[in-house]
Structure formats: C-alpha cells, structure tokens
T-cell receptor
Framework: AQSVTQLDSQVPVFEEAPVELRCNYS??????LFWYVQYPNQGLQLLLK??????LVESINGFEAEFNKSQTSFHLRKPSVHISDTAEYFC???????????FGQGTRLTINP | GAVVSQHPSRVICKSGTSVKIECRSL??????MFWYRQFPKQSLMLMAT?????????EQGVEKDKFLINHASLTLSTLTVTSAHPEDSSFYIC?????????????FGPGTRLTVT
C-alpha cells in the first residue's frame, strides 16, 4: 500500500516570491507520482506527473517537481508565483499495477499581493 | 480533449431520499471510472472503482448498499446515494481513465456538492 504526506496544510507567500510545496510518499513498489491542483469550487486538474526517465518534470505554467527516490519525495516548486496560483494542491501516488490514486492531505497555497 | 462532466453540480435533498449523480466522459471512452469523496478542507478518499459492464469494487469501509454504482456504458457511470442522511453531505468527485493511450492518467470531473437536510 502507498501513502502520501504533505507536510504543510497551508502555505502563504507574497506574489512573485518562490514557493515549495512538500510531498513525501511511502511505497514498497515502484510508483507514479502526480501533482493535482484544485481551484475553488472546481474539480482536480493534473499539474504534472512523473512516470519514468528524467526526475525533473515541468508544467506549462512554470511549476516543476523533482522525484527523489532516496528521500521518497516529490516536492513542487515555482520560482515566482502569481495571484492566479491560489489553489489547493494535492500530491498523489499510484502503483504501476492497479493504478489507484492515493492522495495527500493537500496544501492550500495563498498568494498575497 | 479528455473532458469529464458531472451532473448535477449541486444538489440538496431531504434526509431519507435517494440522489443520483452522473459522471460522463465527453470525448473519450472510459473502461474504468473512480468515485471519490472529499470532506471540507480534506483530501480525496477513493470510494470505489467502477468498471464498465461489471460490479464496482468498493474500498474498505464504504457501504456498497448505500452507495450504488452503475457503469453501464463506456462513457457513463452513476453513483446513487440511497436513503441519504446529513452525514452523507460531501463533495463527490468522479474520474475516468481512458481506454486508449497511456493507461495511467485519470481525468477528473468538476464534482457534485451534496447537501442532505
């Protein structure tokens, strides 16, 4: 079984500041890793994913995440945030077999002007 | 592409009544759909996995007689909350996995907010 821990329930930052949202996972098998974003009153949207290959993955809106196998982490980063990045961010893991997603608790990112 | 819709987006019902929520994949076929429940300010919890043409697989602790799931076609799955009670009030989200292309990715619907009074 897999589990995901997002260490920060809330992260407030100022606009144009860098941000890192932390995610650690636990699994006895190889996994896929995902970050999803949920804007207020909306469903989840896939932000980025790690399947294999390069450990650094990027999204189209400037976010990136790095898979660190030794630390079992998949932290999400952005060098300069915008007001529009205000949302809930969920880290998720799935095994490569059943492929059921297990979500972390979520991190609420709040951008202050 | 890969759009999933849910209907209704919001529903209010009285205690003891049943409510049906639809999940549709609009532009792709989905052999597998997933139903999640999200409590306020909490994460998504998988309730069940729905496979087209077969019985749903429920997660531990989810009452299958209370949360009836039907996946009658490759584009439609329904979740019926039977004899709803206030504690069933929640945000219900479905996702669908495409039959083609990469099998890992799930596409999420916008969710249905159920309020039981």
């Amino acid at each position: 079984a897999q589990s995901v821990t997002q260490l920060d329930s809330q992260v407030p930052v100022f606009e144009e500041a860098p941000v890192e949202l932390r995610c650690n996972y636990s699994s006895s098998v190889s996994v896929y890793l995902f970050w999803y974003v949920q804007y207020p009153n909306q469903g989840l949207q896939l932000l980025l994913k790690y399947l294999s290959g390069s450990t650094l993955v990027e999204s189209i809106n400037g976010f990136e995440a790095e898979f660190n196998k030794s630390q079992t982490s998949f932290h999400l980063r952005k060098p300069s945030v915008h007001i529009s990045d205000t949302a809930e961010y969920f880290c998720a893991v799935s095994d490569r077999g059943a492929q059921k997603l297990v979500f972390g608790q979520g991190t609420r990112l709040t951008i202050n002007p | 592409g890969a759009v999933v819709s849910q209907h209704p987006s919001r529903v209010i019902c009285k205690s003891g009544t049943s409510v049906k929520i639809e999940c549709r994949s609009l532009d792709f076929q989905a052999t597998t759909m997933f139903w999640y429940r999200q409590f306020p300010k909490q994460s998504l919890m998988l309730m069940a996995t729905s496979n087209e043409g077969s019985k749903a697989t429920y997660e531990q602790g989810v009452e299958k007689d209370k949360f009836l799931i039907n996946h009658a076609s490759l584009t439609l799955s329904t979740l019926t909350v039977t004899s709803a009670h206030p504690e069933d009030s929640s945000f219900y989200i479905c996702s669908a996995r495409s039959t083609s292309g990469t099998s890992y990715e799930q596409y999420f619907g916008p969710g249905t907010r159920l309020t039981v009074t």
